[in-house]
């Protein structure tokens, strides 16, 4: 069983930038990737970055790339997601997930634990 909390999403202007924070607790976090996703209303869930278990590799969405960088720290058993550049079609809630299954790090069911999720508003 993992627990992941994620926390930093709050209301920005266009432009801004954001860090956001996914803590786990439970089963070795070490030994899993990792990643972000987030959903907007009446969207559905979709992938925004993707880290490998030890940090080495990572993966973005198209719409992030350059602007958003993941990175993870085993010590302390975090994932972050810094976002620069925030647009409007920023706003979503994201969420953290343990990837757990084999696949493409883009598809949501390739990921068993989730968390509650952190709204991020981006005003234009």
């Known amino acids: 069983q993992v627990q992941l909390v994620e926390s930093g999403g709050r209301l920005v202007q266009a432009g801004s930038s954001l860090k956001l924070s996914c803590a786990a607790s439970?089963?070795?976090?070490?030994?899993?990737?990792m990643g972000w996703f987030r959903q907007a209303p009446g969207k559905e869930r979709e992938f925004v970055a993707g880290i490998t278990n030890s940090g080495t590799n990572t993966d973005y969405a198209e719409s992030v790339k350059g602007r958003f960088t993941i990175s993870r720290d085993n010590a302390k058993k975090t994932v972050d997601l810094q976002m620069n550049g925030l647009k409007p079609e920023d706003t979503a809630v994201y969420y953290c997930?343990?990837?757990?299954?084999?696949?493409?790090?883009?598809?949501?069911?390739?990921?068993?634990?989730w968390g509650q999720g952190t709204q991020v508003t981006v005003s234009s």
């Open positions: 997930a343990v990837k757990t299954f084999p696949g493409p790090v883009q598809r949501p069911t390739t990921y068993r634990y």
């Open positions: 439970g089963r070795t976090f070490s030994d899993y990737a």
